[in-house]
């Protein structure tokens, strides 16, 4: 009994603590909600939207600002003060502990405080932007006013600078004069959103017609003095050119005339302001005289750059044929004693096909510089083309020669090899004969014979009516190539003989006690004798010396080339 008592007790005292603790809570809201509704009532926006009269505001931006108006002193007027009384209302229910009812009222109430701070945000949004359009409207009416009156100055003032445009600028001054007096009309009423559109459009076509005012005396200066002006010139000078008789590859009374054309166009394309295009023919135009003046000038340049070019080229032109006869003739001359390997005759005639050409041109562009009217820049590039071309010609004419005057020294210096080879065989065969050799090895004997029958070839070929310095020059790098084998074989034979005759004396020592020293000097003998191996005999004898006293050959050997050294 004692402990459901207690727990009652508890249950007590904290249902008390939270009842006091949602009755406190609750009662600290409504009192900040009363303050939110308070702080709205008395905001300064109310001030404000009286002082609003002071703005004078017509058509939708005046409906506009009417309905905001409305909505925030009703907001003001009716809504909050029920709010403000339905919390009162709430604080009584709240100290009857009717807390469940009092939150679904306090939320539903906050919500409504949220939006009127918004619409009271929007209200105050709308009060400054209208002043700041006001102010804005007041500057920028002065501002296109004082630009207004400028450009209707310039164009009274300087109306005779814009040519055939003055018409349709004064039209659109007067326009634009119209737009202002609308616009600020709209600006002085209020009805700053009809303005807005308006004052952006002003803006437009004062700024076109800024810079149109800006754009158009020079493009006018250029048809009506400059442009003229330079094509009288142009004129003049082509007719100054033509009686000089200077040649041009275009019709230049045809460009000419093209050109006051455009001039003509221009005129008309200021005059209905199309001063895209206008700009656009103009800087055409400008570059088309600019280039007929290049032109010009580069005539006068070329002119005299061919005159002065004139004779050295013709200079040129003698020097390269006279060297082209001489290089013919001595071709024919050499033809007839040798063998050309690198087409230097069909080469030599090539030269003096493109020398005939280049001739044919020099002359007929003479011609043409006497009779006619030569374009000048056109000749004097066929001059620089004519003078590399030149240059080429006695370049490979140098070359050709130097070519064929080798010939007669590369014939001398073959006879020459020939002799020699001739000689150096007669040597080695005279040096194999100082051996007193019973016989020579027969591969020898055939080797031999062959290089002594390319000698003979090479010398009848020297002596043939027409040589081929070529195949002679392949033939004596041949006979060089066998002479040195020829004479190495030979060397060894004699080296191979002479040490085979001294092992076998010294095998004599051996022969009594030795008996395969014995057998090997009786085979080492036939192959010496008879066979003529001596490099076989030596290999035989040696070996068996060895046998019987190591080291011996090698004594031997060494006595020997001691004696004759290798040359």
Not at 153 to 180: H, M, R, V, W, Y
Not at 433 to 457: D, M, R, T, W
Not at 483 to 489: G, M, R, V
Not at 506 to 535: M, S
């Amino acid at each position: 009994m004692t402990l459901i008592l207690g727990i009652i007790i508890v249950v007590a005292v904290v249902g008390y603590a939270i009842f006091f603790y949602l009755q406190r809570k609750y009662a600290q809201e409504i009192v900040q909600q009363q303050q939110q509704v308070s702080t709205i009532i008395q905001s300064s926006l109310n001030d404000d939207l009286t002082n609003m009269k002071e703005v004078h505001l017509s058509g939708e931006t005046l409906e506009h600002f009417e309905q905001t108006k409305q909505s925030y002193l009703y907001l003001v007027n009716h809504r909050l003060p029920e709010i403000s009384e339905r919390l009162k209302e709430l604080q009584e229910a709240c100290s009857h502990y009717r807390f469940l009812a009092v939150k679904r009222e306090l939320d539903t109430i906050a919500a409504k405080l949220r939006n009127a701070s918004e619409l009271q945000k929007k209200t105050n949004r709308e009060i400054v932007n209208l002043k700041s359009s006001n102010q804005l409207h007041q500057k920028k009416r002065q501002e296109l006013e004082q630009q207004y009156q400028k450009l209707r100055k310039t164009l009274l003032a300087k109306n005779f600078s814009f040519g055939p445009s003055i018409d349709q600028l004064e039209e659109n001054l007067s326009n634009l004069e119209a737009a202002f007096d609308h616009y600020g009309k709209l600006a002085r009423q209020g009805d700053y959103l009809a303005a807005d559109q308006e004052l952006r459009q002003l803006e437009k076509n004062t700024t076109v017609l800024a810079q149109q005012i800006k754009q158009i005396p020079p493009l006018y200066r250029n048809l009506k003095n400059v442009f003229p002006e330079q094509l009288t010139e142009l004129g003049q000078g082509a007719q100054q050119l033509a009686k000089q008789k200077y040649g041009f590859k275009q019709d230049l009374s045809t460009e000419l005339t093209g050109l006051q054309s455009a001039l003509a166009e221009n005129i008309i394309d200021l005059k209905e302001l199309k001063l895209s295009i206008a700009i656009k023919r103009d800087q055409e135009i400008n570059q088309q005289i600019n280039d007929l003046y290049d032109l010009f000038e580069a005539e006068i340049k070329a002119r005299q750059t061919v005159q002065q070019q004139r004779p050295k080229l013709k200079q040129f032109i003698r020097h390269a044929r006279l060297q082209q006869r001489e290089l013919l003739v001595e071709l024919e001359r050499l033809q007839q004693n040798y063998t050309f390997n690198h087409h230097e005759m069909e080469n030599g005639r090539k030269l003096e096909n493109q020398l005939n050409q280049l001739e044919h041109n020099f002359k007929q562009t003479e011609q043409d510089i006497l009779e006619g009217k030569p374009i000048y820049s056109a000749v004097l590039l066929q001059q620089q083309e004519q003078a590399e071309k030149l240059v080429v010609i006695e370049k490979q004419q140098t070359e050709i020669n130097q070519s064929i005057q080798g010939l007669w020294h590369e014939e001398k210096a073959a006879r020459q090899a020939a002799q020699e080879f001739d000689l150096e065989i007669h040597r080695i065969r005279r040096q194999l004969g100082k051996q007193n050799l019973p016989g020579l090895p027969k591969a020898y004997l055939e080797f031999f014979f062959a290089v002594s029958k390319s000698i003979e070839q090479l010398m009848t070929d020297l002596e043939q009516l027409k040589i081929d310095l070529a195949a002679i020059t392949k033939q004596l790098l041949d006979i060089q190539a066998d002479l040195d084998k020829l004479a190495e074989k030979a060397n060894d034979i004699t080296d191979s003989a002479a040490l085979a005759e001294i092992l076998l004396q010294y095998a004599n020592r051996y022969k009594t006690r030795y008996p395969e020293v014995a057998q090997a000097a009786q085979q080492a003998g036939i192959l010496f004798n008879q066979k003529f191996d001596y490099a076989a005999s030596l290999e035989k004898i040696a070996t068996a010396i060895d046998q019987v006293e190591p080291g011996a050959y090698q004594k031997l050997e060494d006595e020997y080339y001691a004696k004759n050294p290798k040359k």
